[in-house]
C-alpha cells in the first residue's frame, strides 16, 4: 500500500486548498478512505471519511467547510477545503479504511496565516 498527499500550501484565512492523496497497491474502490489531522503539539484527529459507496462522514469542526471526495479511476481521494481558519493548520495525512485507520502517507502540510 502506498498512499502520497499532495495540495498542501500556505494560504490565508478565508482561503482554500483542494489536498490530493494518490494510493496504490490496493482495490482502491473497494475500500473506505479517510482524512486526518495533526496540528503542531496535539495528536491525530479524524477529519473525514469517504465509503466506497461514496457516503461520507466529516467531523463537526470543518462541516460545512471541508468536503470530501474520492475518483475510483485515479485512485484518489480529495479534500476540498474552504473558509480555511488558522485552527485548520496541521499536517494532513489519508489513510485507508475508516475512522481511526492507521496513516501510512508522509503528510502535507498546510498553513492558515495572515
Known amino acids: 500500500v502506498q498512499l502520497v498527499e499532495s495540495g498542501g500550501d500556505l494560504v490565508q484565512p478565508g482561503g482554500s486548498l483542494r489536498l490530493s492523496c494518490a494510493a496504490s497497491?490496493?482495490?482502491?474502490?473497494?475500500?473506505?478512505m479517510t482524512w486526518a489531522r495533526q496540528a503542531p503539539g496535539k495528536g491525530l484527529e479524524w477529519v473525514s471519511t469517504i465509503y466506497s459507496d461514496s457516503s461520507t462522514r466529516i467531523a463537526n469542526s470543518v462541516k460545512g467547510r471541508f468536503t470530501i471526495s474520492r475518483d475510483n479511476v485515479k485512485n484518489t481521494v480529495y479534500l476540498q477545503m474552504n473558509s480555511l481558519k488558522p485552527e485548520d493548520t496541521a499536517v494532513y495525512y489519508c489513510a485507508v479504511g475508516g475512522p481511526g485507520a492507521p496513516t501510512g502517507g508522509q503528510g502535507t502540510q498546510v498553513t492558515v496565516s495572515s
Open positions: 497497491g490496493f482495490t482502491f474502490s473497494s475500500f473506505a
